[in-house]
């Protein structure tokens, strides 16, 4: 069985490697879902890793439905990943209504290749799960990060399982709640993979800091934060006159 960390780190993927993981999906930011690393740390990662890394491009948090700009974006990123010579992408794109977005998603896996290419939890947002995998099936994707579309792999392991029955070339990798006290029924289920953070908090601060930096009401996976013109107009012409 292939054990993937999710690292969102150079000393998360270095804990990883030592521990003896199998692979790594490296990103950032694992409290919106993960998006797209830096470069600073895309190149510390090449340097310092000898095992499989995959790359998370998600060049937001929020949904998973891209502007044109947003979807260019993603394209060099693969590039460059396919540059330094990444293992492979992790990644996909649907339309607002929850289907998939088979264009966009082809069109990142051609660029992708002849790299490794996941489906990533988009997945779980899905109405038709198995005709959507089906579609995933048709353009040739490697592996589907999934937790069987509820909140934890464990909670969907009934539509894991089913989805694991009926793959002819996808790895389905059960994701999202595994831990040391449960990936054994992984196992003897017989999924080929499992992924996994294993992240632990670690205080850095004596004090808490005077005043917060994070802005909870920023989460949000219907609404997509974006610098309005009208405003930045006003505030511009206020301080301009």
Known sequence: MIVE???NSLESALNAQKAGADRIELCAELGVGGVTPSYGLLKLIKKHITIPVNVLIRPRSGDFTYSDLEFEIMKHDIEMCRELGFNGIVSGVLH?????DFERTKELIRITRPLDFTFHRAFDWVKDPIATFRQLELLGV???LSSGLQKTSLMGMAQLWELHGIAERIVVMP???IRETNVQQFKEKGFGAVHL???QF???LKNPPPIPMSTPSF???DEVGISDYGVLKKVVRLVKE
């Not at 607002?96 to 998939?100: A, I």
């Open 5 to 7: 960390v999710c690292a």
């Open 96 to 100: 607002k209504d929850f289907t998939l």
């Open 142 to 144: 490697n592996s589907l």
């Open 175 to 177: 994701g999202g709640g």
């Open 197 to 199: 953070s294993g992240i």
């Open 202 to 204: 670690h205080k850095t």
């Open 219 to 221: 989460l949000r996976d």
